[in-house]
């Protein structure tokens, strides 16, 4: 109608072509693609392939994605023992070796979490950092952290002049890092394990750097660690639906997204580097561990997560709604 209305008026004085009608995805389930790049549409990789033999090229199982979060682990989260540092362990093992940290950076993000998680006093080391010319000043006289902090120069700042009593639980880093918690539970039993530990590397540690990126990578090692204690325990699920099921599978895949996360701090965009150049190795490490296309890896972590995920959290009337039609008119009420 709207094509006939152009073509009848079209010679009229001030005529005014009248535009199409937007599509109306919001209105009226027109088969849009969901947002996510990953969807899970089976439990069962046997259903899935049923589906795609079926013309439904799309379908994708809990199983199958939970089969590639496995692969990826074995692939990713323990060391090869190849020239390129490629694996979590070997890119920990080359951060922690190096001799300087020129060219490593940590994002804006990065610097607030970590700040949060592990400095006693972030306020006082943030002045600091301010008057060494790692951050900036604002009108208000407070800090502006730069979007890619270079660790070169926080590492400077930081280990000049320390407390001398740094080592203190409390002083310089934070007292809960260390402290033991009650030991009735085996949760606490588990933690404090990682919280001894982190009191060895501070009471071994010859500056506050030193200690600091170790115990990141204590953190990272220890969910890569509990990603492997919880695999087997999730690839023998028989089911998916379950209470169980859904938590174990949520605790296994939040090991792997803590790894990634963690790993993230050093994942800048190198326009915002504005120090020395970034490093390469660093760089080409992040990628293919993060997400890796080349090694038949093509969504990555997040992607994985997410879709299993909205799966296993789907309500059962989510399907019903997703094929009803919704028509919006001038009344939105039936009162009206």
């Keep these: 109608m709207i094509n006939l209305y152009n073509q009848t008026k079209s010679k009229e004085p001030n005529f005014k ?57 074995a692939r990713f989260f323990q060391s090869n023992e190849s020239e390129e540092i490629d694996t979590v362990p070997d890119l920990l093992n080359y951060l922690e070796n190096r001799n300087d940290y020129l060219g490593i950076y940590w994002s804006r993000a990065a610097v607030n979490t970590i700040s949060s998680m592990y400095f006693a ?72 394990i990682i919280r001894a530990e982190r009191h060895k590397i501070i009471n071994s540690a010859a500056k506050p750097s030193v200690a600091l990126l170790k115990m990141i990578f204590l953190d990272i090692g220890t969910h890569v660690e509990c990603f492997f204690k919880q695999e087997n325990g999730v690839l023998n699920l028989e089911e998916y639906s379950s209470d169980q099921a859904k938590t174990r599978i949520k605790s296994w895949l939040d090991t792997s997204i803590k790894v990634c996360q963690m790993l993230k701090y050093f994942l800048v965009r190198e326009s915002k580097a504005k120090g020395s150049p970034m490093d390469a190795t660093l760089g080409n490490a992040l990628g293919i561990i993060l997400m890796d296309r080349e ?12 879709a299993v995920r909205n799966f296993v959290t789907k ?10 039609l919704k028509l919006n008119f001038s009344n939105s009420t039936l009162a009206a």
Aim: charged share 30%; no cysteine.
């Design 121 to 192: 006093n972030w306020h006082e080391l943030s002045d600091r950092l301010k008057t060494g010319r790692i951050f900036s000043k604002n009108k208000e006289g407070g800090v502006i952290i730069p979007d890619a902090v270079e660790l070169a120069g926080i590492f400077e700042i930081i280990d000049n002049e320390p407390p001398a009593d740094w080592k203190t639980p409390g002083i310089f880093f934070k007292e809960g890092l260390t402290k033991s918690l009650d030991a009735s539970n085996e949760e606490n039993r588990a933690e404090n």
């Design 17 to 73: 072509r009248l535009p199409l009608f937007k599509i109306l995805y919001k209105q009226i389930g027109s088969g849009r693609q969901s947002g996510f790049i990953y969807v899970a549409t089976h439990e069962k990789a046997s259903d899935a392939e049923a589906a795609r033999k079926n013309n439904e090229p799309e379908a994708l199982s809990v199983e199958e994605i939970i089969s590639q979060v496995s692969q990826a682990g």
């Design 295 to 306: 090694h038949g890896f093509d969504r990555n972590w997040f992607d994985w997560y997410d």
């Design 315 to 324: 309500k059962p009337q989510d399907g019903v709604k997703a094929n009803k």
